[in-house]
């Protein structure tokens, strides 16, 4: 009985403190049958599960815990939003995003049904910022290959009509607290820039994820943007701009 406990609390001790190494994924098709850590609360497990019925889903806390989870061997991959994960193994030696991801999809910027004008600005603020290189620049700058994104640039406040801009700044380094406790990323510098061509004053609501698209119907904010994906559902409610990023779900695994 003594060494039945003992194997036990061994297997138990290595569970929690991540034992052992798994084996090395380098393809998307390695992750048929592994363990996959994702957030508690996002579409990440039906998202895997879709491409990976067999896959085996483990909840936890936050991306970053799933991320953490991988580096500690306690799991095979962690899928997530690509650009978080990116910005993940960014700032963590040792993680990588494999390059095939599990979906892909736009994001974009929605406002009301019947705002028009407003999405025309925020498209053309985006065509005009490709147009001069401005964009790639941007994107390299909060998405670095390694290290923390870069700052925030200075952009001038115009001082007319209020913009009210709803996001949730959990989605670094599109939406994010940093360490002088504002709100920054570049969903925001988009925003920025879009009030600076309207001459509007942005004003940053930040509020929960799936807050979002309910204060916009009701007129609380004027914008929403924080790493959205277009989908049809979301666009029979709300009138999305035209995608500015490319991404959708991929896996971060051990290098």
Request: contains cysteine.
């Amino acid at each position: 009985m003594k060494k039945i406990g003992l194997i036990t609390l061994t297997v138990l001790l290595c569970f929690i403190a991540g034992c052992g190494e798994r084996a090395k994924i380098t393809k998307l098709a390695e992750l048929s049958n592994k363990q996959i850590a994702v957030p508690t609360g996002t579409v990440a497990d039906k998202l895997v599960l879709e491409k990976f019925p067999a896959a085996k889903i483990v909840y936890l806390n936050s991306v970053l815990d799933a991320a953490l989870a991988v580096k500690t061997h306690k799991a095979d991959a962690a899928a997530y939003d690509e650009p978080i994960l990116r910005n993940i193994a960014a700032k963590n030696p040792g993680l990588r995003v494999l390059p095939d991801p599990i979906t892909t999809d736009d994001y974009g910027y929605a406002m009301r049904l019947t705002d028009t004008d407003l999405k025309a600005a925020v498209d053309g603020v985006v065509a005009e910022m490709k147009a001069a290189g401005e964009y790639e620049a941007m994107v390299k700058r909060w998405l670095p290959a390694s290290g923390e994104p870069g700052p925030m640039p200075v952009i001038a406040e115009a001082t007319g009509t209020v913009l009210r801009f709803g996001t949730a700044a959990i989605t670094e380094p599109f939406s994010y607290v940093d360490g002088s406790q504002k709100i920054v990323g570049l969903d925001i510098e988009i925003a920025r820039r879009v009030a600076l061509k309207l001459g509007r004053r942005l004003e940053i609501v930040n509020m929960d994820f799936g807050a979002m698209i309910p204060a916009l119907i009701a007129g609380k904010v004027d914008m929403i943007g924080a790493c959205i994906t277009i989908t049809k559902e979301r666009a029979e409610k709300v009138l999305f701009s035209e995608p500015y990023y490319r991404g959708g779900i991929s896996a971060i695994v051990a290098e």
